[in-house]
């Protein structure tokens, strides 16, 4: 085996193990621009790819050029569209073989020719990339002097194209069944993400349900989103002066160490401030101190914010919290999460109407109370005084002090009745 025979050869090897680090044609052309040039010594490289959609030629990168206009020739390459059978890169294309031009400044089938002269670039090498009968692609190689024209080159060059199009091809077969395998198991993650996401409402309307005590029932649902759909979970309910309260706050079992303070640095407070302000959900990533650390290690951190909303008021907030046990959260989950907040806003919403039943009723009964005394104290000395008058056992002075007390106590008796009609005593529970 020859010398050039054997550069070809460790080319070859080096274009094999590019393809088999990079997974598509576009992250391999800028690295194997670098060898082609290093190995041949050829002095820049264009590498451009048939765009099947346009039916034309598309450059994918450009390599080694030097000089101060080399940005231009850059520029001017990979702006450029080459239709079949014009130009350099487009004649190679339709001919499905190798040309050499000895000067690109008097060639008129190149379109670059003040750029490459400005980078001084004179000879040039192209040959296509195939697989088959398909041509993927286009190499240029370029230099400052007039390439040879020799067979062996040629030959050299044909068969790099041929081997460069088989890895091409190799790596479109290899990101397509990879692109569905991802589809498939992403179709898996969503429905099993779906059926997480039901359990949890079903789950979550059963505990609401059956507790009469809010803040218990909303524990337990903090507590059954961590062992289906979060690692993290906190419900936070506005009071009436605006306070943010924290009411439920639950840890997944599986979750990192580092107690629930580190749990609740995975949420940024204004976040949920902003959430509750505005009434508008939120899906964000690498929150908080421990969500850009989990993230580091395990991949993403993600945070799902819903408002508990019921007549367009916003009641809380109820926060989700995902780092590695679960997938991260997606769009899809945004709705799910919606419909739970749901639930828990009728149920807040219920506790407060419950509430606000008993102390009215516990009104009534310290207004009934007070009515009964306040109307019995002046009865009791009417009928009191009533007896004794009855008698007629009385002297002439308690006679007429018996009249003037009962006088005195139906008139405060009146007074009682006159602000049973006026409201405004009642409701400032002075009557």
Not at 136 to 146: D, F, H, M, N
Not at 199 to 214: T, W
Not at 255 to 265: H, K, P, Q
Not at 360 to 366: A, C, S, Y
Request: charged residues 25%; hydrophobic residues 45%.
């Amino acid at each position: 085996m020859d010398k050039q025979s054997r550069l070809f050869r460790r080319t070859q090897e080096d274009l094999a193990r590019i393809f088999f680090e990079c997974a598509s044609f576009a992250g391999a052309a800028p690295r194997v621009l670098e060898v082609l040039c290093k190995s041949f010594k050829w002095r820049a490289g264009v590498c451009w790819s048939v765009d099947a959609e346009v039916g034309s030629l598309r450059c994918l990168a450009v390599r080694n050029v030097r000089g101060p206009h080399a940005e231009a020739f850059e520029r001017a390459s990979l702006g450029l569209l080459m239709e079949r059978d014009t130009y350099l890169p487009g004649t190679v294309w339709a001919r499905r073989a190798p040309e050499v031009v000895k000067n690109v400044r008097r060639e008129p089938r190149f379109q670059r020719r003040r750029a490459a002269a400005a980078c001084g670039l004179r000879g040039a090498l192209a040959f296509p990339i195939y697989a088959g009968d398909r041509v993927l692609g286009v190499i240029e190689l370029y230099r400052a002097t007039a390439p040879p024209r020799s067979a062996a080159l040629l030959r050299g060059t044909a068969a790099l194209g041929s081997q460069i199009g088989e890895l091409v091809l190799r790596a479109e077969n290899w990101l397509a069944q990879t692109n569905a395998v991802s589809s498939h198991a992403e179709g898996r993650e969503e429905a099993e993400a779906a059926k997480r996401w039901s359990r949890f409402n079903v789950e979550a309307s059963r505990a609401l349900a059956a507790s009469l005590d809010c803040d218990a029932g909303l524990q337990l649902v903090a507590r059954l989103a961590v062992s289906g759909v979060a690692d993290w979970c906190a419900i936070d309910l506005l009071d009436p002066v605006g306070q943010v309260r924290r009411a439920a706050q639950a840890r997944g079992v599986g979750s990192r160490d580092g107690g629930d303070r580190g749990c609740a640095e995975l949420v940024d407070g204004s976040a949920v401030l902003e959430v509750l302000r505005t009434g508008t959900p939120a899906l964000v990533s690498g929150f908080g101190l421990w969500a850009r650390r989990w993230a580091a290690e395990d991949g993403k951190a993600s945070v799902l914010i819903v408002p508990l909303r019921i007549r367009r008021e916003t009641l809380g907030a109820l926060t989700f919290a995902s780092v590695s046990s679960l997938c991260s959260y997606r769009w899809e989950d945004l709705t799910r999460a919606e419909e739970v907040a749901g639930r828990v806003a009728l149920a807040v919403e219920n506790a407060r109407l419950r509430r606000e039943a008993q102390d009215l009723h516990q009104v009534k009964d310290e207004f009934l109370a007070a009515v009964s005394r306040e109307m019995r104290t002046p009865l009791d000395a009417v009928l009191g005084w009533a007896r004794l008058l009855r008698t007629r056992k009385l002297d002439r002075g308690t006679a007429a002090q018996a009249l003037s007390s009962i006088e005195r106590n139906a008139g405060a008796q009146a007074h009682v009745i006159d602000g049973l009609r006026d409201e405004s005593p009642i409701d400032s529970r002075k009557l």
